[in-house]
């Protein structure tokens, strides 16, 4: 079992940076790739990237440039940095796990609010 507690979010100007956290506890050696991905009501949810064990990243089109997955010396930790936020980033931003033989990502966390807004 992994545990997964993200942290970070909180009301921004437009303009503005954050940067999320998202820490893993329980079976973090079975991890073999961390990502996020943000949920507005009313809309899909949208993959924003992961980060894998081995330290490669990506990020989806339509954020590249302004976000940034990076993980701490532990592993065991992920971070989300935003940049430039626009009023449109504004969502739930939900960590997520995947532990193999899952061919998906099978843990998540409860997520944490940005809200960019002036």
């Known amino acids: 079992q992994v545990q997964l507690v993200e942290s970070g979010g909180g009301l921004v100007q437009p303009g503005g940076s954050l940067r999320l956290s998202c820490t893993a506890s329980?079976?973090?050696?079975?991890?073999?790739?961390m990502g996020w991905s943000r949920h507005t009501p009313g809309k899909e949810s949208e993959w924003i990237g992961a980060?894998?064990?081995?330290?490669?990243?990506y990020v989806t089109d339509s954020v590249k440039g302004r976000f940034t997955i990076s993980r701490g010396r532990s592993k065991d930790t992920i971070y989300l940095q935003i940049n430039n936020l626009k009023p449109e980033d504004t969502a739930v931003y939900s960590c997520?796990?995947?532990?193999?033989?899952?061919?998906?990502?099978?843990?998540w966390g409860q997520g944490t609010q940005v809200t960019v807004s002036s």
């Open positions: 329980g079976d973090v050696f079975a991890i073999d790739s």
């Open positions: 997520a796990a995947l532990t193999p033989p899952s061919p998906h990502y099978n843990y």
């Open positions: 980060i894998t064990s081995l330290g490669s990243t």
